[in-house]
């Protein structure tokens, strides 16, 4: 059974920093994409960032480019989501996700959340002064 859990979320003030990180297991992450999604109230689940297996490639949806960073530290399992200069517009809850799939597939990156098919329970990110 696959199980992603994400940690790191809180409430901050616009222009500060939080770290997002998306512990996994039994699988060994380095070998899967991983993507970071968010949702807000009302709003549909959105990608806005990937690392693909093997760290060939990353993705970031315009919105987040030069203010997020998606890493992998292999030795601990996990993928983290730097998040600097955050705005109000950024609060929602995060989601990491992975392409839990025997063939190739599973570490090409998606911003699409239909290409994932293992989450975890996301972390609440609010941005408020």
């Known amino acids: 059974q696959v199980q992603l859990v994400e940690s790191g979320g809180g409430l901050v003030q616009p222009g500060e920093s939080l770290r997002l990180s998306c512990e996994a297991s039994?699988?060994?992450?380095?070998?899967?994409?991983i993507g970071w999604f968010r949702q807000a109230p009302g709003k549909e689940r959105e990608g806005i960032a990937c690392?693909?297996?093997?760290?060939?490639?990353?993705y970031y949806v315009d919105s987040v480019k030069g203010r997020f960073t998606i890493s992998r530290e292999p030795a601990k399992n996990t993928v983290y989501l730097q998040m600097n200069s955050l705005k109000p517009e950024d609060t929602a809850v995060y989601f990491c996700a992975a392409r839990n799939l025997e063939s190739f597939l599973r570490r090409l990156c998606s911003p699409a959340s239909e290409a994932f098919n293992s989450w975890g329970p996301g972390t609440q990110v609010t941005v408020s002064s």
């Open positions: 039994p699988f060994t992450v380095n070998n899967y994409a």
């Open positions: 690392i693909s297996g093997r760290d060939i490639s990353s």
